[in-house]
């Protein structure tokens, strides 16, 4: 049963309806174990089936697992019952910005704190290679503290969606807020796209009504192409100025999100946002994606997207695909040099790693939390995309061989590289068999050690 007296999967106590869909309903509710309130968005998987929105439901998990921010809504987690799929999200008290504005023009202190933390969230989404592609104040919501939160990832695009031209081609947004360039339908660049629509945004907190608007919707089209508006006479330079170069129809000459960052006009009383906590109740692999959404309604049962309670063991397929000559990543990678995610295996036991990255942590100031084979790492310092953030998780191959993946999953790349280089690989050495570029070394030592247990036998 999906519901048993109003408790959803022995968890949530569902309660009022907040809005529906075509596809789904969402319902306010709360964790019966911590008293917490949560948004629980019900979806109908016969219909998204029939009507092939699989996949599209699968990136939505995927990437609301990507962007954990304090300025975006949160995913909890991912469960599903034989006919239902279901998202356990933030509840946001405050309702849609939307509703701010149509009640009339914000002050400028007031729009400039939204349009920074919209900024803020859109530059953690772009530098997690997600482009949201449907800004608008109806998918900004308030929290009570009157925080933005961005929602509604629906549309959102993930960097691999990108052509052989490195263009998304997917026509998809609302109408006055999308960029000329979607319009022409020539191909754009996710990150100029979220750009234009965060300018129709900030014109629109300040104005009270929008910069491109027609009754007839291929002249407003025609505007949006042009770029033809104009600010009211209320408006500072500045501002003027910043939306100038925001809602410039020529996307390649259009101003960066770290240009709008280190403009003044931004700047003022701007707060650095925070790295999100550690967190274990996620699982992002895909795997458990396709578990949750594929699940067959003849045989499965209520499931959970939640972590295994064991380290996960290495098959010969695992194994087969870090191989080199199976890696395709170059295909797509700009940069092969700037990967963040290594592999080391080991001969020692798992408790000697996790006390070399907790030396490691101590030594540098790092928070760690530790768990089934798990060990995740926060830095102490800020930085434009937070604090860096470290995953290493341990695989077994054989009782005395395992397999070390370690990557980056927040914080800038080239700081990751060098705190690799200079602290992590030294203060491993001791337990490192090799670091590995790919998996076909992996391939040999794991044939080696399977070896030497036959011999041992």
Not at 159 to 185: F, N, Q, W
Not at 221 to 242: A, M, N
Not at 253 to 258: A, E, G, K, M, N
Request: charge should be positive.
């Amino acid at each position: 049963m999906e519901k048993k007296g109003g408790i959803l999967m022995h968890k949530y106590e569902v309660g009022k309806l907040l809005g529906q869909g075509t596809f789904a309903k969402v319902h306010h509710a709360r964790n019966v174990k911590t008293g917490e309130s949560v948004a629980i968005k019900i979806i109908n998987k016969e219909k998204i089936v029939r009507v092939g929105l699989t996949d599209q439901i699968k990136r939505e998990i995927s990437i609301m697992r990507l962007v954990k921010h304090p300025n975006v809504v949160q995913l909890y987690e991912v469960m599903a019952s034989k006919s239902k799929i279901y998202f356990a999200m933030e509840f946001v008290r405050g309702g849609e910005l939307f509703n701010k504005v149509a009640k009339g023009r914000l002050k400028e202190d007031a729009a400039r704190k939204y349009f920074q933390q919209l900024i803020a969230a859109v530059d953690f989404c772009h530098s997690r290679g997600v482009y949201h592609r449907d800004l608008k104040p109806e998918n900004l919501l308030l929290d009570e503290s009157g925080n933005l939160k961005v929602s509604d990832f629906g549309l959102s695009a993930l960097i691999d969606s990108k052509r052989h031209d490195g263009l998304l081609h997917t026509t998809c947004g609302t109408p006055a807020y999308v960029a000329p360039e979607i319009i022409m339908k020539r191909g754009y660049d996710g990150e100029k796209a979220d750009i234009w629509s965060c300018g129709v945004i900030l014109f629109v907190l300040l104005a009270g009504y929008l910069p491109f608007h027609d009754s007839n919707l291929m002249e407003m089209y025609k505007k949006i192409s042009r770029g033809d508006f104009r600010c009211p006479h209320w408006f500072p330079p500045e501002v003027r100025k910043l939306l100038s170069r925001i809602l410039d129809p020529n996307p390649s000459s259009r101003i960066t999100v770290s240009k709008i960052m280190d403009n003044s006009c931004f700047k003022k009383g701007f707060k650095v946002i925070e790295s999100p906590k550690l967190d274990f109740n996620d699982d992002d692999s895909p795997r458990s994606i396709l578990e949750i959404v594929d699940l067959d309604s003849e045989t499965k049962e209520n499931t959970h997207a939640t972590c295994s309670t064991k380290p996960h063991s290495l098959n010969a397929f695992d194994i087969i695909s870090l191989s080199q000559g199976f890696d395709l990543s170059g295909l797509f990678e700009k940069d092969r040099n700037s990967k963040s995610q290594a592999w080391f295996t080991t001969q020692k036991p798992p408790s000697m790693v996790v006390s070399k990255l907790e030396e490691l942590a101590t030594t540098e100031s790092f928070k760690i939390k530790t768990k089934d084979g798990m060990v995740k790492m926060q830095g102490h310092k800020g930085g434009r995309k937070g604090q860096l953030m470290i995953d290493a998780e341990i695989f077994e191959v054989t009782p005395a061989f395992h397999v070390v993946e370690v990557k980056k999953t927040a914080g800038d790349t080239m700081e990751y590289n060098k705190f690799c280089d200079q602290e992590l690989k030294p203060s491993l050495k001791d337990v490192v068999w090799s670091w590995q570029g790919g998996g076909q070394d992996l391939q040999q030592k794991a044939r080696e050690e399977e070896h030497m247990l036959s011999m041992n036998k």
